[in-house]
């Protein structure tokens, strides 16, 4: 079901880059994120065009290596704290952020924190970034159980779903002794806190 975000021109150069830098696998994770947060948005009353921009430029750093993620992120001014250098993957969001504005003009500050939150998340979500984390967990092509638990929360709320995915993250992290970046323990918490009742929010 081609959204208003999938007949639109911008589309085109952004395509021919991730055709040269990323394996046909993940093309087609990131227009399944493309598609599935397109239909997010119309489901939550979210901007379709932002939607559908942040899931195609969500990605761009994903193949990027160790040492190049860790050079564009300091050519790019983003902070790395200690986790980040110790695995630079966790900077491909906040890169592909930062690439976004430079080689294809996204200057949209919402479309800008989506790309940057999908990983690792932050506290006080926008919806956009909500739906782009969650368009991350269960667009069609993931598989797991895990995957399995975000997708049945997204029925229920885009909030819940974000506090599935942190918390399934947080699980595997425990699961294989890997540390735990300060930001997912951020959108957890904030997830949770935002579904409780005004009363008893902490
Ligand atoms: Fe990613
Ligand atoms: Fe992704």
Known sequence: MPGPALKTT?????????EQHVPA????????????????AQRWGADLDRAGRAGLLHDLAKYFGPEQ???EAERLGIPIDAIQRSTPHLL???????????????TDPSVLAAIANHTLGNSDLDILSQILYVADWIE???????????????????????????????????????????????????????LQEPSQRC
């Open 140 to 194: 069609p092509t993931r598989r797991g159980e895990d995957v399995e638990i975000v997708r049945k929360a997204a029925m229920g709320s885009l909030r819940s779903a974000v506090l599935s995915g942190a918390e399934q993250t947080i699980l595997e992290l425990i699961h294989n002794r890997r540390l735990i970046h300060p930001r997912t323990l951020l959108t957890r918490n904030w997830a949770l806190c935002s």
């Open 92 to 106: 491909h969001a906040d890169v592909s952020a930062g690439l976004a504005r430079e080689l294809f003009g996204e």
């Open 25 to 40: 696998r993940r093309l087609t994770h990131i227009l399944g994120v493309e598609a599935t947060a397109i239909e997010l």
């Open 69 to 71: 993620l860790l050079s």
């Open 10 to 18: 911008w589309r085109t150069p952004v395509l021919a880059w991730l």
